[in-house]
């Protein structure tokens, strides 16, 4: 006898954009209990919603309160469900809210429902705190909702529906070879959204990783297999780059001749922090007559507001000033078999040579290599990599 299989099945926004596509989704799901699998179904809000009441809140306060927000935008979900909302199926988060965490998932009623023979749909993305408020996961965080539940009922795979179908070596809108990736690995995946690749929400991968919940990446729209994102295995390390990755959504600020001493960085930076700005690529030069240059680089959304933050803290520690650029441009390698080869970072800058491409700033991890480059470079840089590192073809 087949054993059956208990999958959680998560379907994103543009899968569920309007109530054909809801159909669609609902035939899916029926197919698959067909198939003789029980079945947990999370879904997130239809389209852009999501969107649309973000900026709805903004037409009526510049900086809506977080926990209001929450409560407005935990509706978008519970339009596409009706079911059950993310506190009734036991959700429970820390009161952190837009960006909760969730500490805790009592599974009761979802086990009762599939036991009852039921399919149990859920609205994505949102939970409730200790005292009763509702709570949302940050953005994106129905794919995170669909791994802990398929984490917490022991559910033999989390699927992620979407309009992609899988995760490629490279973006296809740019490398027309670029090759769907049967498996990727939790680093790798972990490595791609940060780096810019915008298939999953990057606290679901660490979940996932954290709790070995198989991940599969898969269209709504197409029956074939997409990626599954999993367990690291030695196979996986004999590919030394598994994809290159692009994101044209950044800038860099450079702070002129900052005095080389103690507790500059920490001023710099703190006034950085205090504006919520995350912060990526960090460089600073050695110094020369007690004086040094530092560069990073930041969403390029937030590029304005850190100017303004920087002139002020440029004059109070007596630097020349501040500079940025909005058009630059970060490229990256990706792949677990950098930690065992050599000579990774060398090829790729001799690439990016080859095509005449400068390259303004560094940065490495265990598993992949990242240069800021000018944006306007972005796509020849990214194929000319493909190519070198021979990701179009088939292994
Ligand atoms: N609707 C939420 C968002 O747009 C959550 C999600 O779709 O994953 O961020
Ligand atoms: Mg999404």
């Excluded at 972990?190 to 679901?204: D, N, P, Y």
């Excluded at 930041?298 to 100017?307: F, G, H, Q, T, W």
Aim: proline share 3%; charged share 25%; glycine share 8%.
């Amino acid at each position: 006898m087949r054993r059956m299989a208990l999958i959680v099945q998560k379907y994103g926004g543009s899968s569920v954009a309007d109530p054909e596509k809801i159909l669609n989704v609902a035939r899916r799901v029926a197919d698959a209990t067909r198939g003789g699998h029980r079945l947990v179904v999370v879904v997130s809000a239809m389209g852009k919603t999501t969107d649309g009441l973000i900026a709805l809140a903004h037409r009526i306060s510049p900086a809506p309160d977080a926990r209001e927000m929450d409560m407005l935008l935990a509706t978008g979900e519970q339009v596409t469900i009706a079911p059950l909302t993310g506190a009734q199926v036991g959700l429970l988060t820390d009161a952190a809210h837009t960006k909760a965490r969730i500490k805790k998932i009592g599974c009761e009623r979802a086990r009762g429902a599939l036991d009852a023979g039921e399919i149990v749909v859920v609205a994505g993305f949102q939970g409730v705190s200790g005292d009763g408020e509702i709570t949302t996961l940050g953005r994106g965080g129905s794919d995170l909702t669909g791994v802990a539940l398929a984490a917490a009922l022991k559910a033999d795979v989390c699927e992620i529906y979407t309009d992609v179908d899988g995760v490629y070596t490279a973006d296809p809108n740019v490398v027309p070879d670029a090759r769907k990736l049967k498996r990727i690995s939790y680093d790798e995946m972990l490595e791609m959204a940060s780096l810019g690749a915008k298939v999953l929400q990057s606290r679901s991968v660490e979940f996932a990783k954290k709790y070995g919940v198989s991940v599969h990446v898969r269209s709504t729209f197409k029956a074939d297999p997409g990626t599954l994102v999993t367990r690291e295995d030695s196979r996986m390390e004999e590919v030394v780059v598994t994809s290159v990755t692009h994101d044209r959504n950044q800038a860099k600020v450079s702070i002129l001749r900052v005095p080389d001493r103690p507790g500059v960085a920490a001023q710099v930076f703190g006034a950085v922090a205090d504006q919520d700005i995350v912060v990526d690529m960090i460089v600073q030069n050695i110094s020369r007559d007690g004086f040094t240059d530092m560069s990073f680089t930041l969403p390029r959304a937030d590029r304005a507001r850190a100017s303004a933050a920087l002139e002020d803290i440029a004059r109070r520690v007596g630097a020349e000033g501040v500079q940025h650029d909005d058009r630059v441009a970060k490229i990256s390698i990706v792949g677990v078999g950098m930690r065992s080869h050599s000579g990774v970072a060398a090829r790729m800058f001799s690439v990016l040579s080859k095509e005449g491409i400068n390259i303004q700033m560094i940065s490495t991890s265990e598993i992949a290599v990242s240069c800021v480059i000018d944006e306007k470079y972005a796509e020849l840089a990214v194929r000319a990599l493909h190519d070198a590192f021979e990701l179009g073809r088939d292994r």
